[in-house]
Antibody
Framework: EKELLESGGGLVSPGGSLRLSCVAS????????MNWVRQAPGKGLEWIAS????????NYVDSVEGRFTISRDNSVNTMYLQMNYLTVEDTAMYFC??????????????WGRGTQVTVSS | DIQLTQSPPFLSASVGDRVSLTCRAS??????LAWYQQKPGQAPRLLIY???TLQNGVPSRFSGSGSGTLFTLTISSLQPEDFAVYYC?????????FGGGTKVEIK
């Protein structure tokens, strides 16, 4: 069965750092671009970062550019999100999502259950 | 950045009702639009991609339409398990943005 499992969330002070992990199973991880999407408490979904299948192309939303770094290790089927200089606005559930492609079309067809990040003093 | 505006933000309906949710893009995105369903405490679930294509395993009561700037998700006969929040997402260009969601509630 195809699955994504996030970990690494927790409580951190403003200005602190965390590294999230997303372990994939049940599919050819190194064939797919991967993404991080977050959801603040009671709010909607926000895409924050994408990484191509071999890790050569990265994209970020402006609010995290320069603070967060997306990466992957295809040898262990794992994607990471290094988060530095965290602020209270980064408090959210963080989901990883697999990007599928059909012809010219992309979509996120597999999601993890999320890991909670809380930034508070 | 492309903004997606979903309407209505809340929708109260009964089992068996036909409901339509709208997603409007701030600029044309062809048919590079997906719809997701999210239930409380769960991850989003893909329903439709490329504006109209039903994801494998999704019931046929769900359908999508639209192109350019105006898109619609229709549920032909609302079932108890359909009460959830629905999000549209544009995948035309980065940043990949989501709409604010429509919460479908039981009347």
């Amino acid at each position: 069965e195809k699955e994504l499992l996030e970990s690494g969330g927790g409580l951190v002070s403003p200005g602190g750092s965390l590294r999230l992990s997303c372990v994939a199973s049940g599919f050819n991880f190194n064939s797919y671009a991967m993404n991080w999407v977050r959801q603040a408490p009671g709010k909607g979904l926000e895409w924050i970062a994408s990484l191509s299948d071999v890790g050569g192309t990265k994209n970020y939303v402006d609010s995290v550019e320069g603070r967060f770094t997306i990466s992957r290790d295809n040898s262990v089927n794992t994607m990471y999100l290094q988060m530095n200089y965290l602020t209270v606005e980064d408090t959210a559930m963080y989901f990883c999502a697999k990007r599928a492609v059909r012809g010219n079309y992309w979509f996120f067809d597999l999601w993890g259950r999320g890991t909670q990040v809380t930034v508070s003093s | 950045d492309i903004q997606l505006t979903q309407s209505p933000p809340f929708l109260s309906a009964s089992v068996g009702d036909r409901v339509s949710l709208t997603c409007r893009a701030s600029q044309a995105i062809s048919t590079y639009l997906a719809w997701y369903q999210q239930k409380p405490g769960q991850a989003p679930r893909l329903l439709i991609y490329a504006s109209t294509t039903l994801q494998n395993g999704v019931p046929s009561r769900f359908s999508g339409s639209g192109s350019g700037t105006l898109f619609t998700l229709t549920i032909s006969s609302l079932q108890p398990e359909d009460f959830a929040v629905y999000y549209c997402q544009q995948l035309n260009s980065y940043p990949l943005t989501f709409g604010g969601g429509t919460k479908v509630e039981i009347k």
